[in-house]
């Protein structure tokens, strides 16, 4: 099978998709060049699982982040190429899309009332025990309530961040090297809470990483992009068996 034409569907993931075999996110030759003229996306297709973890890994500059913000339109895919539940993305209203479709970024930005600027933009007041909770869901305790960005670590300020992205209360979570700037303790913390979110709401999760071992532990299958396309599909206690000559080097390389 080409490439061009790899497929994501749930047999990939497992026999036992609570979801009905439903894909969130589908993927039709998705395209995109660069201002030079440089391919960056190269006829991507391919189904995100509703409730999965889909990692997707690859070298520098194969495209990784940005198959990922065309999820959420943070770059603006050409119609009839990205759909969420069935409809056309560049259909759907922005904001609305984004709070559905959340994002968290390799380094945190935090501002003013962190966790309630999402719902304060529509109209809702979260209260001190909603704030509390939300901050518990990421791994954090109550006193986090009060604090200011310039008294946490980064992997603290990482998980406040994911706590505000999950006041929103997206379906799909989106993770672009969430952990690259943390400590060991604090990446775990953060993979823990993914782990959490797929098991305790059913979230959808698509996780860019450079880190192999970190796909293993939290990823349901891995898609490995390579130049712009999806070369394999596996599930992560497969990724040895990639057969694509550059997948491979890279996951020696990697391993």
């Known amino acids: 099978m080409s490439a061009e034409h790899l497929l994501l569907t749930v047999d990939d993931v497992d026999d036992h998709n609570h979801d009905g075999g439903v894909m969130k996110f589908q993927i039709r030759d998705l395209r995109k060049v660069s201002d030079a003229g440089v391919p960056i996306l190269n006829g991507i297709n391919v189904g995100i699982p509703k409730g999965k973890i889909v990692g997707i890994i690859g070298p520098s500059g194969s495209g990784k982040s940005t ?15 990205v759909f969420l539940d069935g409809r056309d993305i560049v259909d759907l209203d922005v ?11 390799q380094l945190p930005v ?36 009060s604090k200011t960005g310039g008294e946490l670590s980064v992997g603290q300020a990482q998980r406040v961040a994911l706590a505000r992205t999950l006041a929103n209360e997206p379906e799909v ?4 090297e969430p952990t690259s700037a943390l400590d060991p303790i604090s990446t775990q913390n953060i993979e823990d809470v993914i782990v959490k979110l797929k098991k305790k709401r059913r979230m959808t999760v ?7 071992k970190q796909i293993q ?14 070369v394999e599909i596996l599930k992560p ?18 391993s």
């Not at 904001?95 to 970024?105: D, Q």
């Not at 698509?206 to 192999?212: A, D």
């Not at 532990?217 to 999806?230: K, P, Q, S």
């Not at 497969?238 to 996951?251: D, G, I, V």
Request: proline residues 4%; contains cysteine; glycine residues 4%.
């Open 67 to 81: 198959l990922l913000r065309a999820l959420n339109r943070l770059w603006e895919p050409p119609s009839d190429t």
């Open 95 to 105: 904001l609305g899309l984004r709070r559905k479709v959340g994002m968290l970024f």
């Open 110 to 145: 935090l501002f003013q009332d962190n966790i309630r600027y999402g719902p304060n933009l529509r109209g809702k007041k979260l209260t001190d025990v909603e704030v509390s909770k939300l901050l518990t869901l990421a791994d954090l305790d109550s006193s986090f309530l």
């Open 173 to 176: 979570l989106l993770l672009d």
């Open 206 to 212: 698509v996780m860019v990483s450079h880190s192999i």
């Open 217 to 230: 532990r939290v990823a349901d299958v891995v898609c490995l992009l390579v130049n712009g396309e999806i």
């Open 237 to 254: 206690n497969e990724l040895s068996e990639a057969k694509h000559p550059m997948a491979q080097r890279f996951l020696q390389l990697s």
